[in-house]
């Protein structure tokens, strides 16, 4: 076949598109603060605007990055602008960028050491380094029984973590019969909808989840916990997972892990600990804190594509015995038997998840630590929970807002006096108008705004500029009514 037929993109041109694409990414992030934040498309509109079929033949590379351009950035919502505070950030960089490019140009399918040794080993360095710049217990370490892999996300590392303890609480049966309806999982009220979703993939059906209640600043309540777990062993049941969180998705409430640990610990339940946005802020000493107790974690989780400046997908997974993880998920048929893996010398990170295959994540982590050291990681985290509680005092100094929950690091809740209706108004507004964008949830049955600090290039003008905008709006809702 000739290379004229064969429509392969020639090195040459490679390095000509490529160029042009870095080039539209760094221009891009020139002026993504000045785009509208939330995308202003109706339903429909972009598929409207696509061909019904696809080419016959090729087109030219110019005009697919024209279309991505006009068809496809008009329906963007720009989650790298300063301006976006909704949900939980998740941010990039120009290193993660360049890692992630440098991944896909290897094209590698790392699900066994011996299909790319470099892509396992770098992967298990990495993760040992965060132990350290998390101060994480060191049960965590690879060098001992437990270790951590990249799994894509929190959701996922959740998953893991229950059919470990699914297994562990069944002695290694469930894997075999299936579930018996015995096993009881226990979260707070709080607790992501991700877990929900893991009890049903797992077998165990949502009624084996029980959901704890919390205390008034939304932490898990250890007495309400221990009350539970001892209704359900009087009832024959079996409890298999506790799930605590280091920061809920709703309202960043630190459930109280020394008093839940020793609770798992005496009954013999797996501790899991979700920190997917959170565990990013203990690379700096002083929020630390927020991780007391993990020494009694069978696993934990944070996500690095949340806020560590590495573009999604990217949550560390940790666990203290990999022996029971592995039991769990390993499966070796015969073509994927090989010398390496039979020496028990290397680790096969297949057997740490739920798909076989599995991307070269840890080379854009890798680059985002080297790039920014450890100390410049801190300064901006710093920088963000800095910001953060600049506007927690400007609502509590406002007449008009009130804060709704405590804001531990670098989320606020927060809402209008004016009722609910008020600041539902106000949200849609501000979201509609392009100029920030913020998102809600709801505690004690209240409407709440929530403001989120962690995008990558956000500064002190652009919180304050948020702060000016909802006050404005905000008036202007109240007024007309």
């Known amino acids: 076949m000739t290379e004229e037929k064969s429509r392969h993109m020639t090195p040459d041109e490679f390095r000509k598109y490529g160029r042009a694409v870095v080039d539209w990414i760094a221009d891009y992030q020139e002026r993504v603060e000045s785009l509208p934040v939330a995308a202003q498309t109706p339903p429909g509109e972009i598929r409207a605007s696509l061909p019904p079929a696809p080419p016959e033949t090729g087109e030219p590379f110019e005009a697919m990055l024209k279309d991505v351009e006009e068809k496809i950035l008009p329906g963007i919502t720009h989650w790298q602008s300063p301006n976006f505070f909704a949900f939980f950030p998740a941010n990039t960089s120009g290193p993660s960028i360049l890692g992630e490019l440098l991944s896909a ?11 790319s040794p470099a892509c396992t080993e770098l992967e298990t360095h990495v993760m040992d380094w965060l132990v350290s710049m998390l101060d994480l217990p060191e049960t965590f370490r690879s060098d001992g029984p437990g270790g951590g892999v990249i799994q894509d996300s929190a959701s996922g590392a959740t998953l893991c973590a229950l059919l470990a303890a699914r297994e562990r609480a069944s002695d290694y049966s469930g894997n075999t019969v299936g579930a018996d309806g015995r096993l009881i999982v226990y979260a707070s009220s709080q607790t992501h909808s991700s877990l929900e979703k893991a009890v049903k993939i797992a077998g165990l059906g949502k009624n084996a989840l029980r959901l704890v209640p919390v205390d008034d600043n939304y932490a898990m309540r250890p007495d309400a916990l221990s009350e539970m777990i001892q209704k359900d ?3 024959g049941l079996k ?8 920061g809920t998705t709703s309202s960043n409430a630190m459930d109280p892990l020394p008093q839940i640990g020793r609770i798992c610990r005496t009954e013999g339940v797996w501790l899991h600990v979700d920190a997917a946005m959170a565990g990013t802020a203990a690379v700096c000493p002083e929020f630390r804190h927020i991780h007391e107790g993990l020494g009694a974690a069978d696993s934990y989780c944070f996500n690095p594509h949340k806020w560590m400046f590495t573009n999604f997908d990217c949550d560390c997974f940790f666990v203290a015995d990999r022996a029971a993880l592995i039991q769990t998920l390993s499966i070796l048929p015969e073509y994927l038997k090989n010398q390496a893996t039979e020496s028990g010398a290397v680790i096969d990170y297949r057997d740490w998840q739920v798909p076989l295959g599995r991307r070269f994540r840890a080379l854009k982590l890798w680059f985002v630590i080297r790039h920014y050291g450890v100390e410049g990681l801190r300064r901006h985290i710093r920088r963000h929970v800095a910001l953060a509680q600049e506007f927690v005092g400007w609502v509590e100094a406002s007449g008009d807002f009130e804060l709704a929950a405590p804001a531990p690091l670098n989320l606020v809740c927060f809402r209008h006096k004016g009722g609910d209706a008020v600041n539902q108004e106000t949200m849609a507004r501000v979201n509609g108008s392009g100029r920030l964008y913020l998102t809600h949830t709801m505690l ?33 809702v109240a007024e007309s009514r």
């Open 105 to 115: 140009g290897l094209g590698v399918q790392g699900m066994l050491w011996a299909t």
């Open 233 to 235: 062993l009087v009832d």
């Open 239 to 246: 409890p298999c997972m506790v799930c605590a969180t280091v």
């Open 444 to 476: 004690d049955e209240r409407f709440t705004l929530r403001l989120c600090v962690g995008q990558t290039h956000t500064e002190a003008r652009h919180v304050r500029g948020a702060w000016e905008i909802l006050q404005e709006t905000a008036r202007e």
